[in-house]
């Protein structure tokens, strides 16, 4: 968090500056100061952006690790109420029923 509220304040209001505003009230050209110091705050800021991605990445690859050990078991009981004919709703439900109707109907 800490290096993504740094890169957002040194862009903001180190490196660049506004051009003239547009006629139609949008935002003009957007211009860069101290070229280069900011190609090397640049160069600077390719190990922290990749280690945050590769933090993301490894939390993403644990929370759904413990996700499909949640959501695998379930897969063959229908939460919605079977009397009203919600479960054709339940895509996972349906196709673990139809898996199992055809390795019924196939397999001796």
Known sequence: MLPLLFQQFMNRAV?????????????????????????????VMIVPNFLI????????????????????????VCTFPEPTGWSKWEVGFCTYVALIRTDHRYLP
């Open 15 to 43: 490196f660049f500056q506004k051009g003239a505003g547009r006629t139609d009230g949008g935002y003009g050209n957007v211009w860069v100061r101290f070229r280069f110091w900011y190609a090397l705050y640049e160069m």
């Open 53 to 76: 991605g590769f933090y993301m990445l490894l939390y993403r690859l644990v929370l759904s690790f413990f996700l499909n050990l949640y959501y695998a078991p379930a897969l063959d």
